[in-house]
């Protein structure tokens, strides 16, 4: 461990702990995530998703921010995305308990779901997370990819947020083998569906921003695979 690791875990540490040792600022995080849900989200997820992306690279290349890294357009990108998944995440835990109420034998799940930890909300939860990880959640994760070829190909430069995005050129130079069978086959079922299932029992302000946590997880493991 370098010196820049000590003072990056250090820098973490002092943004973290008001928020454990200090009620008022954990209660003003939580009045600003409830009044400005989207934007909020997009400061999440920019921050700690693009933060887990510098893990990354730091982990493959032994630097946290390398000249092509694109430290601005990962975290607007981000941002932006961490919007539509706030957006994704409303959708999905309204619409999935009132579904189950109407087709299956679990009434009550939309009250639960609302409430303390208890086993209905567990099980709503868990369908929650399977319905999303199912349907949005592969398609979320190849416009990601492909905004990150997009960054990539202009070396990080911040012009890249002004190009037109060659979808169609992107699509078929996507690596679809890793993306099949590992992002959506194993990274989906066996990290994702769990992650997001514990994401939908906690409190409602807390939600997103769990979810961009495990976004930083999930890019460690992404990065010591690419490694090996």
């Not at 009550?108 to 779901?113: D, K, Y």
């Not at 319905?131 to 990601?144: E, I, K």
């Not at 690596?175 to 992650?195: G, I, R, Y």
């Not at 493991?221 to 490694?227: D, E, V, W």
């Amino acid at each position: 461990m370098k010196k820049i690791d000590l003072l990056v875990i250090a820098i973490v540490i002092v943004v973290l702990l008001p928020f454990f040792i200090s009620r008022p600022v954990y209660d003003g995080f939580c009045m600003l995530t409830k009044n400005y849900p989207l934007w909020m989200a997009f400061l999440k997820f920019g921050i700690l998703a693009t933060f887990g992306e510098m893990i990354g690279s730091r982990i493959r290349t032994g630097k946290y921010c390398t000249k092509t890294f694109g430290l601005f357009p990962k975290f607007l990108v981000w941002g932006l995305l961490g919007m539509w998944i706030a957006l994704a995440m409303s959708v999905f835990k309204v619409g999935i308990p009132a579904f189950m109420e109407k087709a299956t034998c679990f009434q009550g799940v939309s009250e639960a779901m609302k409430g303390d930890f208890t086993g209905l909300k567990l099980v709503g939860a868990f369908f929650v997370s399977l319905m999303m990880n199912c349907s949005f959640a592969p398609v979320f994760m190849t416009v990601h990819k492909i905004s990150d070829m997009h960054i990539a190909s202009y070396e990080g430069k911040a012009i890249s947020l002004l190009k037109p995005v060659p979808v169609r050129k992107l699509i078929k130079e996507l690596d679809w083998d890793t993306q099949w069978n590992f992002v959506f086959k194993k990274t989906l079922p066996l990290f994702w569906v769990p992650a997001h299932t514990l994401t939908f029992c906690l409190p409602g302000e807390l939600q997103v921003l769990f979810a961009a946590f495990c976004s930083i997880i999930l890019g460690l493991f992404l990065s010591i695979k690419s490694k090996r």
